[in-house]
């Protein structure tokens, strides 16, 4: 910081310099990384950024050819990556571009992708309907009360099909709470929040 120095300043100067050369950024050795960032920035911006622009191109044109396309037909072509079901709603993808009357066990043009299940059980995810009604009907998924339970709806009803017909709604629970705050115990309970 001094505009001049003593002797002995500069021979301390001196000594801490040798010492210190291999930590010390001279503006040479500045000006040399400045360049270095300049031509990284230069390759990544000219170079990198066009071929990942130009990948995700080709990689959006890859995924939205992956569609659905209707329930199998021996007549049609179909092509690489389109998706039909056969009659039993297993689902099926094309691995390359496929030539009308190809069958579906040609594993040279197709590959099975998924198969249909069993219908599983019905959920418990409903929507109150209130009180049951004799003139009303009721789809799946409806809950309703009825003799003080609540009853889910487990296949479409015509009206006056009421509960507890086993065909068509099964017992979701025995007890049934209205009140406007949540109930401390929470097994076993259906809870209806009153407004107020």
């Not at 190809?102 to 209130?130: E, F, M």
């Not at 487990?154 to 109930?183: C, M, Q």
């Amino acid at each position: 910081m001094k505009p001049t120095l003593t002797s002995t300043e500069q021979n301390e100067l001196n000594g801490l310099t040798t010492q210190l050369k291999d930590f010390i950024i001279s503006p040479e050795v500045w000006n040399k990384f400045a360049d270095a960032l300049v031509n990284t920035q230069t390759f990544f911006t000219q170079e990198v950024s066009g071929y990942i622009e130009a990948k995700q191109a080709v990689w959006d044109t890859y995924v939205k050819s992956f569609k659905y396309i209707e329930v199998y037909n021996s007549a049609h072509a179909y092509k690489f990556q389109n998706m039909v079901k056969n009659s039993n709603g297993d689902l099926y993808l094309a691995i390359k571009d496929v030539p009308a009357g190809t069958l579906l066990t040609d594993t040279s043009y197709w590959q099975k992708i998924s198969t249909k299940g069993d219908k599983g059980d019905v959920g418990l995810n409903a929507y109150y309907k209130g009180d049951y009604s004799d003139t009303a009907t009721y789809t799946i998924g409806d809950a309703v009360s009825y003799g003080g339970y609540i009853y889910y709806c487990k296949a479409a009803t015509t009206a006056g099909t009421a509960p507890p017909n086993g065909s068509y709604w099964f017992l979701w629970d025995r007890h049934i709470v209205s009140e406007t705050e949540p109930p401390t115990r929470q097994a076993g309970l259906v809870w209806i929040k009153l407004q107020d």
